[in-house]
């Protein structure tokens, strides 16, 4: 059963992230952009919503979203009562995500700066929609500092880990969504 409350609330932040996208839209183009560090492009909310609740977040405590563009899945993340913080680059993608965050009077963390100057280690669930390959840096880090219990969801199988152990596959309207964690 789906807490109303929260169902309601994401209803809010999908109208939200759904005017901010239509900007794009209203201009003929798609909601993705160049940044400093790479390319911008939304995760689908109801899927990542849906990921959520299949695999109840809830009961996790610290979550994190790796280059988290708009703030979205960070803002929805914290619809499950974890301590979600998101870490993105370009400070036009965080204004948006606190201008939301503000708006809806959501907790949640959202930080402008450079992931790999972020510590890993405190967090029991990692979520990333990458936009380039693991192997610049990402993933020697993840195993760096990286919680023996923690996970690591890659959205979508463009960009995969080589080293972390495969986990469950989750299928989302088509996209797939694959865990990870350390080998042991």
Same mark, same amino acid.
């Given at each position: ?12 932040? #999908?109208? !939200? ?10 201009? /003929?183009?798609?909601?993705?952009? &160049?940044?400093? $560090? ?60 606190? #201008?939301? !965050? ?10 402008? /700066?450079?992931?790999?100057?972020? &510590?890993?280690? $405190? ?60 080998? #042991?």
């Amino acid at each position: 059963m789906i807490p109303v409350d929260r169902k309601k609330r994401f209803l809010e932040i #999908k109208q !939200k992230y759904d005017e901010f996208y239509q900007t794009f839209y209203s201009k /003929g183009k798609g909601a993705v952009f &160049d940044t400093e $560090k790479g390319i911008w492009g939304p995760s689908g909310t109801e899927n990542v919503y849906g990921l959520f609740e299949k695999i109840k977040l809830g009961r996790f405590r610290n979550f994190l979203d790796i280059g988290s563009g708009d703030g979205k899945v960070v803002l929805l993340a914290a619809l499950f009562g974890v301590n979600a913080v998101g870490v993105e680059f370009d400070k036009r993608l965080v204004e948006v995500g606190e #201008k939301i !965050k503000k708006e809806l009077k959501l907790k949640a963390n959202l930080i402008c /700066g450079d992931y790999f100057s972020h &510590d890993f280690s $405190k967090y029991d669930f990692i979520f990333i929609n990458p936009d380039q390959g693991f192997h610049k840096g990402l993933e020697d880090k993840l195993l760096k500092e990286m919680r023996a219990d923690a996970r690591l969801f890659v959205y979508n199988n463009i960009f995969l880990p080589r080293f972390l152990k495969k986990g469950k596959t989750y299928w989302l309207n088509e996209i797939p969504v694959i865990g990870y964690r350390k080998n #042991k």
